[in-house]
């Protein structure tokens, strides 16, 4: 068992903001001072750039952003680094699928199945390649507690389908979803399968093989890493195969005026300088959450859901959407307090230092399937705790007091 | 908290004009895309260019409809033309408060929506 009262103290951010109850990790999750630190001692003590120089700083610059490829490796548990590409994050590692492996592979009629739960991340590439090739996107229907009918995806499914790109856990709901029936399920027909894990990979140990998904994407920010790099696994197999999307620096081994011959697995996706530091402070935030043992996470935030929908549900007037089954649900919660506008409730909240996020949080198509245009939401990461519950239930019954309910 | 005035809250619960116009001169929509507040503006103008009536439908928060009822009260007996010369400050003051930057979009919603009728 972790003291995470302890955990809490290595963020920066509560010393300077002591009041601060962060409720929107889902969003972007708050930095520890050791990623803060590794990013700063790369731009202090090393600077270089990578896989160039003939000198001790960059080959120093080089086995650091390369050891992040490691880390990022074992995280996941892929086979491979060559099967690690480092991209700004879940929405370009989606992009770079959709437009680059899709763009090669998609043809007039094909299928491509999304879910209804899907961010506008997993949407939008994905409308703007059906509509380039001609192909037809099909949804996953939700039940009305936020969870995936697979019965649904099994009529989806026919020779068509080349593509099932669908979300781990809902950044609107926290729903966790059976990915791994669906990727069977899916290979049976034969058609790839792309995961977006922008929201589990922060919250749960993920195992690429075992899992034995084609594509899966992910973001540093919302795991304790910086802004701007995230993660595409994809298998070496289909790696090989996809020519890149983005050509030009260290991305070829060989050009001419008119040719040119791509590098090695993964770097002919990488083209132009990496983004050195932001990979280095990924890095450290593996490491870290792997001190802490992905499995001590996850239950810290299944605690924190319990905790949270128990004391949730006294509120009067409260309308939880999503599983509300700790079991099933990851980091999120979405919600509405009857006649307060969650937009209204989030400035109330605010006024409080508690921070959450209010309105379609990018899944315009899910809140429509709920009925509703908006909704609050709060979300965990390691440093919240049962206290931070508390704060916000007092001041949800301020905003009912400030709104006379 | 000093935002959300009594009037505020008043004209939240109870919006003014909050109905469609049947035969509008004028209608335009507008929507907030961060925070999904939607509003659809009619007007009824007579001759002469001055406005008979005014409404509003759609949802939002407290500060898009106390703004959007207010609005749509004050700008009768006045010209389209008038209106378009309008500022944040004229809505800052019939809110009787200022707006924070993540609130601005909310309450300018219904007068930037407004003079976009054409």
Known sequence: MKDFAKIKAQFPIFKSNKKLVYLDSAATALKPKCVIDAINDYYTNCGANVHRGMYDLSEKA?????????????????????????????????????????????????????????????????QKIAKEKNCVIKFVDVDKNGILKIDHFSKLMSRKTKIVALTHVSNVLGTINPIKKFIQKAHAISAKVLIDAAQSAPHMSLDVQSLDCD??????????????????????KILETTEPLFTGGSMTIEVTKNHAKWNDLPWKFEAGTPKVAEVIGLGAAINWLNEIGMDEVRSHDEKLIEFALQEL???????????????IQSGTISFNLEGVHPHDLASILNSENIAIRAGHHCCMPLMESLNTEATARISFYIYNTEEDIKKLVLAINKAKKIFVI | MELYRDIIIELYKNPLNKRKIAGATLKASGANVTCGDRIRIYLKIDKKGKILDASFEGSGCAIMTASASLLTEKVKGKTLNEIKKWKDKKIFDFLGTELSHTRIKCGLLPLETLQQCT
């Open chain 1, 62 to 126: 080089t086995d650091m952003y390369e050891g992040a490829r490691k880390t990022v490796q074992k995280f996941i548990n892929a086979k491979s680094e060559r099967e690690i590409i480092f991209t700004s994050g879940t929405t370009e590692s989606i992009n770079f699928v959709a437009l680059g492996w899709g763009g090669q592979n998609l043809k007039s009629g094909d299928e491509i199945i999304l879910s209804a739960l899907e961010h506008h991340s997993n949407l939008l590439p994905w």
């Open chain 1, 215 to 236: 594509f899966l994407a992910f973001s540093g920010h919302k795991m304790g890493g910086p802004t701007g790099v995230g993660v595409l696994y994809a298998k070496e």
């Open chain 1, 313 to 327: 549900k006294k509120i009067k007037g409260i309308r939880l959407y999503g599983p509300c089954n700790p079991k």
